[in-house]
T-cell receptor
Framework: DVKVTQSSRYLVKRTGEKVFLECVQD?????MFWYRQDPGLGLRLIYF???????EKGDIPEGYSVSREKKERFSLILESASTNQTSMYLC?????????????FGSGTQLSVL | DQQVKQNSPSLSVQEGRISILNCDYTNSMFDYFLWYKKYPAEGPTFLIS?????DKNEDGRFTVFLNKSAKHLSLHIVPSQPGDSAVYFCAASFQGAQKLVFGQGTRLTINP
């Protein structure tokens, strides 16, 4: 069964802290994505990666960076957390390059920045 | 610029009746549409999709209708069941695009 695992279900951090959100998939997928979900705004793409060490900005990359050193792992980094980054963060992966292929999502990390 | 819009934040339907969730889009290049379902504390899961060469796709109790001229799609659930209570996101893409564009989501509640 396909699995996308996010390392933390809940995180509480302070303003200015550096935050790492980790995501691991076991499907040998090339493509991985980070979204944030906010009420009334839906799912917004932060960054995605289509190969190891490759990354592309999504719609809202400001304040974030990513790392993909291994195919199965995609990390989202908040360089200096701010309160407006309090959100639900969702990692996803996809096998092929076509966007009509399904995304598989992790369970999400609810991040609170105080 | 919200290219995919779900204008109803919430919808309440009685068990056994039809649920209709709507989605509008603005980008005429979109040619593939998907619906995802999300339960609390879980990630979204794929539900059903439709290509722009079709105007209807059916999978069990779920049917998606596409009206290209109106740039509108809808998801019909018949009959609605309590387990259908979730947030539903519609998403769109076009050939060559690397990413999906999601709507804001509609929270569906099925009442017994």
């Amino acid at each position: 069964d396909v699995k996308v695992t996010q390392s933390s279900r809940y995180l509480v951090k302070r303003t200015g802290e550096k935050v790492f959100l980790e995501c691991v998939q076991d499907m040998d997928h090339e493509n991985m994505f980070w979204y944030r979900q906010d009420p009334g705004l839906g799912l917004r793409l932060i960054y995605f990666s289509y190969d190891v060490k490759m990354k592309e900005k999504g719609d809202i990359p400001e304040g974030y960076s990513v790392s993909r050193e291994k195919k199965e792992r995609f990390s989202l980094i908040l360089e200096s957390a701010s309160t407006n980054q309090t959100s639900m963060y969702l990692c996803a992966s996809r096998g092929g390059t076509a966007t009509n292929e399904k995304l598989f999502f992790g369970s999400g990390t609810q991040l609170s920045v105080l | 610029d919200q290219q995919v819009k779900q204008n109803s934040p919430s919808l309440s339907v009685q068990e056994g009746r039809i649920s209709i969730l709507n989605c509008d889009y603005t980008n005429s290049m979109f040619d593939y549409f998907l619906w995802y379902k999300k339960y609390p504390a879980e990630g979204p899961t794929f539900l059903i999709s439709i290509s722009s060469i079709k105007d209807k796709n059916e999978d069990g109790r779920f049917t998606v209708f596409l009206n290209k001229s109106a740039k509108h799609l809808s998801l019909h659930i018949v009959p609605s069941q309590p387990g259908d209570s979730a947030v539903y996101f519609c998403a769109a893409s076009f050939q060559g695009a690397q990413k999906l564009v999601f709507g804001q989501g509609t929270r569906l509640t099925i009442n017994p």
